[in-house]
Each structure stands twice: as structure tokens, then as C-alpha cells.
């Protein structure tokens, strides 16, 4: 593999390290193999002046002999191995056998000093007095670094996992919280480094709301075709609440162009800490969904004898079910008429009923 990676090494939970902080008088455990997530990667980071941790999990079919595939990547904010790394490499292990949503190559960023990495610079005066109040040097809460590591991720990350890995050229930025106003903040900036945008909770309260006070003039300043944002926001109310029903305010108008964008109203079933698994699983099922066929072939499943297709169905099933070709139909459709759906090639969304949903007119 070529790259310019410093070093690598298997990303490995052991249970063998455990017994390190165990009590003394715990039994010994017994000796067993490493459970590999991915690959661990040290980047020399002009951008930063350090070395930096990008971590990668590829999807199962990766090494699968044959044509070789591409696939598209997810890029994750916050993406050290004692961060998000493993839960959303768990996602994508989940959508590969449960075939709800694509593949994809999940990137792990690392981050160190998340308020100075993913953050504009602010004056908020009751921030950084805060800050003091606590001990703490006002260079780590003035934020300021978020050009700067934007440039690592654009200039150095996406390269090396260009030049190293199978990439179908397609890619998604995901974060939560600070790395979700990270989020936000890149597409208003440079909308063109990735396809799709997915901010989770994003901290819009920094600097007092700046990004949403002008989301409607950074809106209007960029070409957002063929980009999506997917938006939630979980029960936080104050100035996170009022900053983003300002970004709201201003995807709703002219402004956002050709920009695609869906918004969830979790504010009646999450809080910040409860959020973000349930909501990168919607987002990896909203974005890239698969489809289905509903019914079963398996005779034990049905009531009686197990009905013939009807002529629909079997030469549907003689073509490949994709998802450019799978019919939209909801889960309450195929139960409200099961035969008609049986065995044909349908897209349904997931997991949608619970929550408020907003998309822009162009969503696809």
C-alpha cells in the first residue's frame, strides 16, 4: 500500500489488558485473540505541525476476492479509538449485515483540543470568563483553530485515504455537538470538500450564534448543488435551540440554493448524552438507504399454503433490486396489502415514524 502514513499499527481491544486494573485478588483471565476494529495511521500534519491519528475500518466485502469494488467514505469528527471510532465502525458493520444501508470506508480523525480544533475564534466574553473562573488559560476557549484543521482534513487526510484505499470518489462529514458545528461550518464555508453533511446536535450557541446570524449570507455565496445536509437536534433548548432555529430560518428561504437538506425534531425523544447513535444510524439510513423485497420465500412463515407469486413479482425478481429502481412504498402500505408487495423490489424509510421530519422541496 502506498501512502505517507509514519506508522500503523491494528487498532485491537484485548482482554488480557484488563487484568491490568483489576483487583489483585480477581481471578486470571484467560488468554485470547485480539478483536481487530481497523487500521491505526500517524499523518505528519503540515497543516497542524504534529503527527495526527486517522483511523480506518474498511467494510468486510473490502478483501473479497474478484472485481474489486469502490466504495464511499465517511469521514468522523472525533474519530480517535477512545472517541466515536468505535461505535460508528460498529454502524457500519450493522449496515453491512443487515443490508439497510450502503458500505462504507469509515475514517476516523482524531482530535486533541476539540474547542480550539473544531471552533471559529470567539469573543464571547461569558465563555472564555468562564473559563478563567475555572483555572483554565483563556487560549484553550477562545477556539481559532478550525481553518487550520480543516486544511489537514482537506489537504493531507482526504489525499492519503484517496491515494491508499478504494474510494468511489463519494464523502460524508460526520460529528456531533462541537465537531456537528464543525460540520455546519465547513458547508458553509467549503461546501465542495464533501457530498454529504450529517450534524448531530451541532453547538450553534458559539460566539453567540454567529454561524446562524449569517448562515443566510454564507448560504448565498456558494454553489450547492448536488450536496446534503442531514440536521437533528436533540431536547437542548437556549442558545443551542435559538441558534439553530436560525439556520433553520435561512435553509427555508432562496438563499440556500440547490442545497438538499432534511431536519429532525428530537427535542421530544433525546437529550445531548442519548443522541448520537440513534441519530448516525438515521442518517446512514436516510442517505444511503437499500432496498427490499418484502415477503418471505420460506413456506413456515406463512399462514396456510404459501401463495404463488404474481407475474409482477416473479419478473421483478429476475432483475436486480437497486435502489435507482426500487418503488417507495411505506411499511404501513406493504401490511395494509401484503400480496401486492410480496417479493418486489421496494424502498421504505427507516426508523422514521417517532420524530417530526422537515425536508427541502429538491430532497432525494
Not at 280 to 285: G, Q
Request: hydrophobic letters at 40%; a negative charge.
Amino acid at each position: 500500500m502506498k501512502g505517507t502514513a509514519v506508522s500503523k499499527w491494528s487498532i485491537a481491544f484485548v482482554a488480557a489488558a484488563l487484568a491490568l486494573v483489576a483487583p489483585a485478588s480477581a481471578p486470571a483471565q484467560p488468554a485470547g485473540e485480539p478483536i481487530v476494529l481497523g487500521t491505526s495511521h500517524s499523518l505528519a500534519s503540515r497543516a497542524l505541525g504534529e503527527a495526527r491519528q486517522v483511523n480506518v475500518r474498511l467494510p468486510a466485502s473490502y478483501a473479497a476476492a474478484g472485481e474489486p469494488r469502490t466504495y464511499p467514505v465517511l469521514y468522523l469528527l472525533d474519530g480517535g479509538v477512545d472517541q466515536d471510532f468505535p461505535h460508528i465502525a460498529g454502524l457500519a458493520q450493522h449496515g453491512e449485515i443487515s443490508g439497510t444501508f450502503d458500505e462504507y470506508i469509515v475514517v476516523g480523525i482524531a482530535t486533541r483540543n476539540r474547542i480550539w480544533e473544531l471552533t471559529f475564534p470567539t469573543q464571547d466574553e461569558r465563555y472564555t470568563t468562564h473559563y478563567r473562573a475555572n483555572g483554565q488559560a483563556i487560549e484553550f476557549a477562545s477556539g481559532g483553530g478550525s481553518a487550520a484543521f480543516r486544511r489537514f482534513i482537506a489537504d493531507e487526510v482526504i489525499p492519503f485515504v484517496e491515494a491508499n484505499y478504494r474510494s468511489n470518489g463519494h464523502r460524508t462529514l460526520l460529528g456531533e455537538s462541537l465537531a456537528a458545528l464543525f460540520v455546519v461550518d465547513t458547508l458553509l464555508r467549503e461546501p465542495a470538500l464533501f457530498h454529504d453533511y450529517v450534524a448531530i446536535s451541532p453547538s450553534l450557541w458559539w460566539n453567540r450564534e454567529e454561524l446562524g446570524d449569517r448562515a443566510a449570507e454564507l448560504l448565498s455565496a456558494q454553489d450547492y448543488s448536488g450536496r446534503r445536509l442531514y440536521l437533528t437536534m436533540a431536547s437542548e433548548g437556549g442558545t443551542m435551540q435559538r441558534g439553530l432555529d436560525k439556520l433553520l430560518a435561512a435553509l427555508r428561504t432562496d438563499a440556500a440554493g440547490q442545497l438538499q437538506w432534511t431536519y429532525v425534531d428530537r427535542r421530544n425523544s433525546e437529550h445531548h448524552g442519548s443522541l448520537y447513535h440513534a441519530a448516525a444510524l438515521d442518517a446512514l439510513r436516510t442517505l444511503h438507504p437499500r432496498p427490499w423485497r418484502p415477503g418471505s420465500p420460506l413456506p413456515w412463515l406463512h399462514i396456510g399454503d404459501m401463495p404463488e407469486l404474481s407475474e409482477a413479482a416473479e419478473a421483478d425478481k429476475r432483475i436486480a433490486c437497486t435502489a435507482e429502481r426500487a418503488r417507495p412504498v411505506t411499511f404501513a402500505e406493504v401490511n395494509a396489502d401484503p400480496r401486492r408487495w410480496e417479493a418486489l423490489c421496494v424502498l421504505s424509510p427507516l426508523g422514521q415514524a417517532p420524530e417530526p421530519r422537515e425536508r427541502s422541496a429538491n430532497w432525494r
